[in-house]
């Protein structure tokens, strides 16, 4: 089983609306990572969150960290086609002391203009 | 200037062949990564380095040799290449490598483009 769920896997909005993207883990995360990737392109970082309860916000898109830190929710205000692409949320867990950044299995956002 | 550059960025090669993929980060990050993404986007971590020391290790086949000749610089390469390798391999880096706290963003993961190797 995966330790980082994503859901939805896929995400089909109208240009204007809001979405949600949820990630779960099954462990304490110590961190959480988001990024975004076009095809045929790297990962984008948008942003890590730490402490229980965070958020953060880049642009219209805001991340929450929940208070137990085992899930997290991205949110993007008033979507764009700019917007389109696959979001990977990754968890930073303990590999020996090390940081090990496991990625869950990605969200695939389509923007209808 | 990119930050973190892998190359080749495409690779098309034979069953059997033996490949490897560069890397290298202007960052001035100690810690490089390789991922492994497969055919449904599933992002896996195969290695770890610090300082040219390697301290993770994902259970990666032995034809998988990373090389680390600087901190700036992480090789993969790849032997006897087999039909399931096809992929997307990511480098990436970052400054540290312990485990995140305190509020410092120091270990954040920067990725390169990726290199996309088919084996046929």
């Known amino acids: 089983s995966q330790e980082l769920e994503q859901s939805p896997q896929s995400l089909i909005v109208q240009e204007g609306k809001n979405l949600t993207i949820n990630c779960t883990s099954s462990?304490?995360?110590?961190?959480l990572y988001w990024y975004k990737q076009k095809y045929g392109e790297g990962l984008i970082f948008l942003m890590m969150?730490?402490?229980?309860?965070e958020e953060k916000s880049h642009e219209k898109i805001t991340a929450k960290l929940d208070e137990k830190k085992q899930q997290s929710s991205l949110h993007i205000t008033a979507s764009q086609p700019s917007h389109a692409g696959i979001y990977l949320c990754g968890a930073a867990l303990n590999s020996g002391g090390y940081q090990k950044v496991t990625f869950g299995t990605g969200t695939k956002l389509q923007v209808i203009p | 200037d990119t930050a973190v550059s892998q190359t080749p960025k495409y690779l098309v090669t034979q069953m059997g062949n033996d490949k490897s993929i560069k890397c290298e980060q202007n960052l001035g990050h100690d810690t490089m990564y390789w991922y492994k993404q497969d055919s449904k986007k599933f992002l896996k971590i195969m290695f770890s380095y610090n300082n040219k020391e390697l301290i993770i290790n994902e259970t990666v086949p032995n034809r998988f040799s990373p090389k680390s000749p600087d901190k700036a610089h992480l090789n993969l390469h790849i032997n006897s290449l087999e039909l399931g390798d096809s992929a997307v391999y990511f480098c990436?880096?970052?400054?540290?490598?312990?485990?995140?706290?305190?509020?410092?963003?120091?270990?954040?993961?920067?990725f390169g483009e990726g290199s996309w190797l088919t084996v046929v």
């Open positions: 969150l730490q402490k229980g309860g």
């Open positions: 990436a880096s970052s400054q540290g490598y312990g485990l995140l706290g305190g509020g410092s963003s120091g270990n954040t993961i920067y």
């Open positions: 462990k304490t995360l110590y961190g």
